[in-house]
């Protein structure tokens, strides 16, 4: 079992920035693939970025690609997502993810948190 809680939401206005934390706890956690998902009121969860377990490797989707950036630091157990120039287009709850071997835009992970909004003013 591995358990994730995420930090770091908040308002923050357009042009912003927002840095959020994954925190994981569980058995080889550190060996899951990890990732990050929104979902805007009235759309679907959508794939926002994904970080292999070593951190060699990351995926994000194109609109978010040099706006958004993904890590982790595996001493703390913790994933981050830097995230500037935000727009209110942005505003969702985000979702940490964990999968393994890896996780990719089309994977249904294995585990999720429980999310954390953000709000982007305009």
């Known amino acids: 079992q591995v358990q994730l809680v995420e930090s770091g939401g908040g308002e923050v206005q357009a042009g912003g920035s927002l840095r959020l934390s994954c925190a994981a706890s569980?058995?080889?956690?550190?060996?899951?693939?990890m990732g990050w998902f929104r979902q805007a009121p009235g759309k679907e969860r959508e794939f926002v970025a994904a970080?292999?377990?070593?951190?060699?490797?990351?995926y994000y989707t194109d609109s978010m690609k040099g706006r958004f950036t993904i890590s982790r630091d595996n001493a703390k157990n913790t994933m981050y997502l830097q995230m500037n120039s935000l727009s209110p287009e942005d505003t969702a709850v985000y979702y940490c993810?964990?999968?393994?071997?890896?996780?990719?835009?089309?994977?249904?992970?294995?585990?999720w948190g429980q999310g954390t909004q953000v709000t982007v003013s305009s």
């Open positions: 993810a964990a999968h393994q071997p890896r996780l990719i835009p089309t994977t249904k992970p294995q585990y």
């Open positions: 569980g058995r080889a956690v550190i060996t899951y693939a």
């Open positions: 970080i292999t377990w070593g951190g060699s490797r990351t």
